[in-house]
């Protein structure tokens, strides 16, 4: 099976963070069983997905390119760049900044 992913949207200041983040969807919720979202993401420059809770589910990160900084369930901020997997369990808050003048490109997967 082969999955071509929806037109890209640009979404503004996602969940109170800054600037554009630009979502491509290729699965959403009841596609398949256990797997509620796999999604394209590309954080514009110094572009970030505030800090929120995930209250139902569960979501995977993995950076493909470009290099920011993941705010943990605990608050603070870690480095993160390409191939490093941020895991955000059910009833954790995390949050996403891209520090840089190239985008920052993830996958992310919610389940």
């Not at 398949?32 to 970030?48: N, Q, R, T, Y």
């Amino acid at each position: 099976m082969i999955i071509k992913g929806e037109e890209t949207k640009e979404i503004k200041n996602k969940f109170g963070g800054k600037g554009s983040i630009f979502s491509k969807s290729y699965i959403q919720k009841n596609d398949f069983e256990g797997i509620d979202k796999v999604l394209e993401i590309v954080l514009g420059p110094h572009a970030s997905i505030g800090y929120h809770q995930h209250q139902e589910d569960s979501e995977i990160y993995h950076i493909i390119s470009g290099n920011g900084e993941f705010q943990d369930a605990d608050g603070e901020y870690k480095p993160v760049g390409p191939g490093d997997c941020c895991i955000i369990t059910k009833g954790q808050s995390h949050g996403l900044v891209n520090l840089s003048e190239k985008p920052l490109k993830m996958m992310a997967i919610v389940f």
